[in-house]
């Protein structure tokens, strides 16, 4: 299986970051949950994460108690699109906390059939670099390891390159999600793979949504010693992706075809451009991301893929100006919305 899951991730996927349904009362609201996740494979994304940080973190809370019913309907749902379809959607679970409850959370993903988890180290702040590393290979004993480089501004750690290096060295690592949102630190996570000896085992995917293009376009060729290692961002999981994702396959293909006929157009810019610029009123840029959930679940609204914008913490919602900013870039934009393909399909995948 893990073998499998390397060829897969190295293929480069459009891997979703799945967000939490509820109803106008704040109920699970499991008719469009189950909506999403076949929107998202009807779409052709290779994999789907779920329990991450665009499902809300807040979902293992026991007042809510979500994180089981929120895993197990998302396998369950996959299971049927695969079945019908003759796919395999690669799944991916957000593992977090410290090592006890992360176990415990990578042994319920992998029973509920799930190929890796995507391993937040927030919970690690203050902790030493030797900790986290040994957090890191305990949970990898259980479930393949999907690195999470989350941004400081909400709630990330800062990692060096020697982290990296170390971290890309623990076997059980197969991939790393790449999300500071600074070119600095994103470099210190290539030069670390580039420098561990495990670069051709590990799978970069891209999850700084300011800059979704340009990561894709890329090749970096990292100086090691008395060699050049040439590294490319495969795929990308991220919350952006959580909607417009036919859009976002098409994107995924067509930076493969740029890449491979060795010449990347003018055109490619000017799209990494509009991306970034829809991504900040999605992620509300402005107001230090903090209606980044909401955002997106305002996109998929819009779709009629979600019937609330609703989070778990009612007084998390959109910023003043975010809803006025998401429908400027819906106008301006309109090659980037998938809104016509939604409206396709919409209706079969909220069937019960």
């Known amino acids: 299986m893990k073998d499998w899951l390397k060829e897969r991730l190295q293929e480069g996927l459009v891997i979703p ?3 939490l349904a509820l109803t106008r009362e704040g ?10 996740t076949r929107y998202y494979h009807a779409a052709g994304a290779g994999g789907v994460a779920v329990g991450v940080h665009t499902t809300q973190f807040a979902i293992r809370d026991p007042h809510y108690n979500l994180l089981e019913p929120v895993l197990s309907l998302a396998a369950d749902t996959l299971d049927a699109c695969d079945a019908a379809t003759g796919r395999k959607t690669v799944r991916i679970a957000g593992l977090v906390g410290k090592t006890a409850p992360a176990v415990r959370e990578a042994t319920l993903a992998r029973d509920l059939g799930y190929h890796a988890g995507l391993l937040s180290l927030s919970a690690f702040n203050n902790a030493s670099q030797a900790e986290m590393l040994s957090h890191v290979a305990e949970v990898a004993d259980v479930i393949p390891v999907f690195g999470f480089y989350l941004q400081p501004a909400v709630g990330g750690v800062a990692l060096s390159e020697s982290f990296w290096r170390a971290f890309a060295g623990i076997e059980g690592v197969v991939a790393i999600k790449i999300a500071p949102f600074d070119r600095y630190k994103t ?9 561990s000896g495990r670069a051709s085992d590990i799978a970069l995917y891209t999850g700084n949504d300011d800059t979704i293009i340009s990561d894709l376009l890329t090749t970096y ?3 090691v010693q008395d060699q050049v290692i040439d590294l490319e961002i495969k795929g990308g999981l991220l919350g952006h992706w959580a909607c417009w994702t036919a859009t976002a396959v098409k994107h995924l293909e067509q930076c493969k075809a740029w890449k491979k006929a060795g010449e ?3 055109e490619a810019l000017t799209l990494a451009a509009e991306v970034t610029d829809a991504n900040a009123a999605f992620f509300d840029a402005a107001n230090k991301f903090k209606g980044c959930i909401a955002g997106i679940h305002y996109v998929l609204q819009r779709q009629g893929l979600m019937q609330s914008i609703r989070c778990l913490d009612p007084d ?10 998401i429908d400027r870039v819906f106008e301006v934009y309109p090659h980037l919305n998938d809104d016509r393909f939604v409206a ?3 209706e079969e995948w909220k069937e019960d």
């Open 17 to 19: 970051a799945h967000p």
């Open 27 to 36: 109920a699970f609201d499991e008719r469009h949950q189950r909506a999403l």
């Open 187 to 195: 470099l210190d996570v290539l030069r670390g793979v580039a420098a």
């Open 221 to 223: 060729r990292i100086p």
């Open 264 to 266: 990347v157009p003018a």
């Open 316 to 325: 998390e919602s959109l910023s003043p100006g975010q809803k006025e900013a």
């Open 344 to 346: 396709e399909g919409l």
